[in-house]
């Protein structure tokens, strides 16, 4: 016999027990919304209801101390509700009018900056990267701030062509969001985990050969000078994609390579369907190397991209719209940016690919 749901929900306790009296109370009902100024919406009822909501953007790690600050913002103008979105801003709802003004002092007296919304650049998504990950090749969050300062203007007003979404992931994992950004910026590494057999020795062989998603792991005995025999492993460079997964379960497989590590930059993702379908984010620059604290060379590519979107799209067009409409030749040429034989797929599980274009694996055109 079928469970009842209560019984068999498991998960995060449902939304709508925490809601703001005035959300429950408007349940289902909101007629419209609009934009009042970048970073303020309007929501009316059809009860005669108003809520505003004021959206901040807000770092990516905060310190308990000053999420209480923000709790007790909260608590005096927001009917004791935050609400953290998916690309780490805070949406402050608030139900009284007179209040808009007030709450936007004190946020911005703690300096979240109120933006985000609209046709300006949105809070850019990142993963944890050096910080806190065993894969990363490249510090997600301190790009992210120093792509932010550098565009910190457009976060704040609300005259791009359309909305800016910019992603950071340390790696091919993706955490940050970087298949469907109008703009990502993804770490990348260039060579396969280096195999200390030493250390491999002391891992759980087939779980680790078992555990690699593209094949790419073989096992390897090898003979000592006694007679005895050690068990590691091989890595084949040419399947290796270099996810890291097997790090994760090895310690003697270490994938971080200060000379190799970098960064790509893939343009024209994104999520919504409006006007266009879906479409994943494409690459644009191969690979430019970890400059940090400020990666100098990185923001000069984003800003690059931006400025060319913002002279040459129409408006409301998305960056991958404004290419799919002028081309990836006109792209190239626009940005200044290289098309170089990096930018042809020739990995060896790009099957796919491979057989649907002119030119296949092994032909001589
Ligand atoms: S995208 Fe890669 S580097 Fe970033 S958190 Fe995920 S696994 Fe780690
Ligand atoms: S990094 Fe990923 S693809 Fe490469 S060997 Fe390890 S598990 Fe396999």
């Given at each position: 016999?079928?469970?009842?749901?209560?019984?068999?929900?498991?998960?995060?306790?449902?939304?709508?027990?925490m809601l703001?009296?005035?959300?429950?109370?408007?349940?289902?009902?909101?007629?419209y919304?609009?934009?009042?100024?970048?970073g303020?919406?309007?929501?009316?009822?059809?009860t005669?209801?108003?809520?505003?909501?004021i959206?901040?953007?807000?770092?990516?790690?905060?310190?308990?101390?000053?999420?209480?600050?923000?709790?007790?913002?909260a608590d005096?103008?927001?009917?004791?509700?935050?609400?953290?979105?998916?690309?780490?801003?805070i949406?402050w709802?608030?139900p009284?009018?007179?209040?808009?003004?007030?709450?936007?002092?004190?946020?911005?007296?703690?300096?979240l900056?109120?933006?985000?919304?609209?046709?300006s650049?949105?809070s850019i998504?990142?993963?944890?990267?050096?910080?806190?990950?065993?894969t990363?090749?490249?510090?997600?969050?301190?790009?992210?701030?120093?792509?932010c300062?550098?565009?910190?203007?457009?976060?704040k007003?609300?005259?791009?062509?359309?909305?800016?979404n910019i992603?950071?992931?340390?790696?091919?994992?993706?955490?940050?969001?970087?298949?469907?950004?109008?703009?990502?910026?993804?770490g990348m590494?260039?060579v396969?985990?280096?195999?200390?057999?030493?250390?491999?020795?002391?891992?759980?062989i087939?779980?680790?050969?078992?555990?690699?998603?593209?094949?790419?792991i073989?096992?390897k005995?090898?003979?000592n000078?006694?007679?005895s025999i050690?068990?590691?492993?091989?890595?084949?460079?040419?399947?290796?994609?270099?996810?890291?997964?097997?790090y994760g379960?090895c310690?003697?497989l270490?994938?971080?390579d200060?000379?190799?590590?970098g960064i790509s930059?893939?343009?024209?993702?994104?999520?919504?369907?409006?006007?266009s379908?879906?479409?994943?984010?494409?690459?644009?620059?191969?690979?430019?190397?970890?400059?940090?604290?400020?990666w100098?060379?990185?923001?000069?590519?984003?800003?690059k991209?931006v400025?060319?979107w913002?002279?040459?799209?129409?408006?409301h067009?998305?960056m991958?719209?404004?290419i799919?409409?002028i081309?990836?030749?006109?792209f190239?040429k626009?940005?200044?940016?290289?098309?170089?034989?990096?930018?042809?797929?020739?990995y060896?599980?790009?099957?796919?690919?491979?057989?649907?274009?002119t030119?296949?694996r092994?032909?001589?055109?």
């Open positions: 016999m079928a469970l009842p749901f209560e019984e068999l929900d498991f998960g995060p306790p449902d939304y709508r027990e703001p009296a005035t959300l429950a109370k408007n349940y289902g009902q909101w007629k919304h609009e934009l009042l100024e970048p303020v919406f309007k929501h009316v009822s059809k005669g209801d108003e809520v505003y909501t959206r901040t953007g807000a770092p990516k790690f905060i310190a308990s101390s000053t999420i209480r600050q923000l709790c007790d913002i005096k103008y927001c009917e004791s509700s935050l609400r953290f979105t998916s690309r780490h801003s949406d709802i608030v009284k009018k007179e209040d808009v003004d007030k709450l936007k002092e004190e946020v911005e007296g703690l300096g900056p109120v933006g985000g919304t609209g046709d650049m949105h998504v990142q993963c944890t990267g050096w910080v806190h990950c065993h990363p090749a490249t510090d997600s969050p301190g790009i992210a701030k120093a792509v300062d550098e565009l910190f203007e457009e976060f007003a609300d005259n791009l062509p359309s909305r800016l992603a950071v992931s340390g790696c091919l994992n993706m955490c940050g969001a970087v298949h469907c950004s109008d703009i990502a910026l993804l590494h260039r396969p985990p280096q195999v200390d057999d030493d250390l491999v020795k002391a891992c759980e087939p779980s680790l050969i078992a555990a690699c998603p593209t094949y790419a073989k096992p005995m090898m003979k000078p006694d007679g050690t068990k590691s492993i091989t890595i084949n460079g040419e399947k290796c994609m270099y996810c890291g997964i097997c379960l310690p003697g270490p994938l971080a200060a000379k190799n590590d930059i893939w343009v024209g993702g994104k999520v919504s369907n409006t006007r379908g879906p479409a994943f984010s494409r690459l644009a620059i191969p690979f430019i190397p970890n400059n940090p604290p400020r100098p060379e990185t923001i000069a590519m984003v800003k991209i400025e060319a913002k002279a040459d799209a129409r408006p067009e998305r991958g719209e404004w799919e409409r081309g990836w030749p006109a190239f626009k940005t200044g940016i290289d098309f170089t034989e990096k930018h042809i797929d020739d060896i599980f790009n099957i796919r690919d491979m057989n649907v274009g030119r296949v092994g032909s001589d055109l």
